[in-house]
């Protein structure tokens, strides 16, 4: 099946710097992927959909200026997590379909990143 | 709007011991369903799909059929392993780009 990668798998950082996350698509172009925050013991939380070439989509509640996310080639999206705090130490998974995607498709899961801020 | 609902957690379970997780979901439409396993310190990995009623899904053993009728979509394995250990998430989509997922259920078995 397809792969993506993330990198890196874990970061710890102190509180107050800006964090990048890669989400790599090593064996497909995707125009779309999305990022999601999981907290401990909890479901994934989507947080915004990449858009290559164009702004990203973010859920209700997510903050843009805080979470950025750039989408700079068919198999690269960026998160950044700006002026980070220890609330936003968390599991951020990103995820990506291959080209046509239907209902029928399965998302690719990248690893995730474990962020913690101290 | 779309969600789903998993039973929660967390279980445990002796080797070889029947397994039930249920999920119920609401949507729009007719969606695809989904199970997706996280091992520990891994990412989700998709454990089977049905994409219309009445479809079974099966892997490794698990199986989960889509229940129209009750709107659910209940993962069952007829023997857990130590192995099995992980967390299952039930998920949806209408689109093949939006998931929708339930909160997770830890499952541990012990020898």
């Known amino acids: 099946g397809a792969v993506v990668s993330q990198h890196p798998s874990w970061v710890i950082c102190k509180s107050g710097t800006s964090v990048k996350i890669e989400c790599r698509s090593l064996?497909?172009?995707?125009?779309?992927m999305f990022w999601y925050r999981q907290f401990p013991k909890q479901s994934l939380m989507l947080m915004a959909t990449?858009?290559?070439?164009?702004?990203?989509?973010?859920e209700q509640g997510v903050e843009k200026d805080k979470f950025l996310i750039n989408h700079a080639s068919l198999t690269l999206s960026t998160l950044t997590v700006t002026s980070a705090h220890p609330e936003d130490s968390s599991f951020y998974i990103c995820?990506?379909?291959?080209?046509?995607?239907?209902?029928?498709?399965?998302?690719?899961f990248g690893p995730g990143t474990r962020l913690t801020v101290l | 709007g779309n969600s789903v609902t998993q039973m929660e957690g967390p279980v445990t379970l002796s080797e070889e011991a029947f397994l039930t997780i249920n999920c119920t979901y609401t949507?729009?439409?007719?969606?695809?369903l989904f199970w997706y396993v996280q091992y520990p310190g891994e990412g989700l990995q998709l454990l089977l799909k049905?994409?219309?009623?009445?479809d079974k899904g099966s892997n490794k053993g698990f199986e989960a059929t889509y229940r129209k009728e009750t709107t659910s979509f209940h993962l069952e394995k007829g023997s857990v392993q130590v192995s099995d250990s992980a967390v299952y998430f039930c998920?949806?989509?209408?689109?093949?780009?939006?998931?929708?997922f339930g909160t997770g259920t830890s499952l541990t078995v012990i020898p």
């Open positions: 995820s990506a379909s291959p080209p046509g995607a239907s209902s029928y498709n399965e998302q690719f």
């Open positions: 064996d497909f172009q995707a125009t779309t």
């Open positions: 990449s858009n290559e070439g164009s702004k990203a989509t973010y």
């Open positions: 949507a729009t439409g007719y969606p695809s």
């Open positions: 049905a994409t219309k009623a009445d």
């Open positions: 998920a949806l989509s209408r689109t093949g780009n939006q998931f929708y």
